[in-house]
């Protein structure tokens, strides 16, 4: 089994044979939740893609690891990042979504307050669920063992979203009636794949205009229509597989 992940912050990650101490928060988890022991493995990581690997010398109450470092590690920026936009679903379920689309590989989610999207995110309301979302970016790219974790960004208008597709190496909108297959577009080798995922009621022809004078196209991922929460990842894993990140 893999070593478990704990976050810490970039000055903590020392040269080979120092010891770092973990508390807080993820000293807490690492002891009372997780009980690593001395001997055990575990990678410290800064979530930007800069880690150690080490293993546990000391437990110290309750809350705190001390780990000495065997090896520096690193996952690097790819040469294809995938930049998934992803429209505000109801309830839980954009959480799932950064969830699911973290443990794949995105590298970044933008939220979208679609025209037809039920869920509006104002005031407080919205910046807890923004809070809540890179929450979850955070600790789903723990479970996942991943050095780098997405980024979830400032939530984006139609108009914002325009410019970033404007940019993009690749721009698509996911559509059951794009006439082009996700699966066979055709990829570059650098740059951001930049992937629209709309609300349950679709994007609208208005949105789709925008994004078209943009220069994004609308693909189908498939025959089957999936829910906003789990296209993001299905789209997701797709371009991952396709530009060789999963190879």
């Known amino acids: 089994m893999t070593a478990p992940v704990f976050v810490v912050d970039s000055a903590q ?3 080979v044979g120092a010891v770092v101490r973990l508390d807080g928060p993820e000293g807490r988890h690492a002891v ?16 930007a893609g ?5 293993s546990v010398v000391g437990v110290v109450g309750k809350d705190v690891l001390e780990v000495r470092v065997d090896a520096l590690l ?8 995938v930049v998934v936009v992803q429209a505000l679903p109801k309830g839980d379920r954009g959480e799932l979504a950064v969830e699911l689309m973290t443990e794949a590989g995105v590298d970044e989610v933008v939220p979208w307050a679609a025209s037809r999207c039920i869920t509006q995110w104002k005031g407080e309301r919205g910046a807890k669920a923004l809070a809540k979302w890179r929450a979850t970016a955070r600790e789903a790219g723990k479970q996942s063992r991943r050095l780098r974790f997405p ?9 914002q979203l325009a410019g970033l597709l404007s940019g993009a190496a690749l ?56 829910r906003t929460s789990t296209a993001g990842v299905a789209a997701g894993s797709v371009l991952l597989a396709r530009t060789g990140r999963w190879g």
Do not use: C, N, W
């Open 171 to 226: 721009a698509a909108v996911l559509h059951e009636e794009g006439s082009l297959p996700l699966a066979t577009a055709e990829l570059p080798v650098k740059g951001d794949i930049v992937l629209v995922v709309g609300p349950e009621g679709g994007v609208s022809p208005d949105e789709l205009a925008q994004f078209a004078a943009a220069g994004a196209a609308p693909y189908r991922l498939g025959p089957s229509v999936l």
């Open 50 to 54: 800069a880690a150690v690997s080490g």
């Open 13 to 15: 990650l020392a040269p």
């Open 151 to 159: 980024v979830v960004r400032d939530p984006m208008t139609t108009r």
């Open 74 to 81: 690193a996952e690097p920026e790819p040469a294809v990042r």
């Open 32 to 47: 009372a939740v997780r009980r690593l022991a001395v001997g055990e493995p575990v990678v410290l990581a800064d979530g």
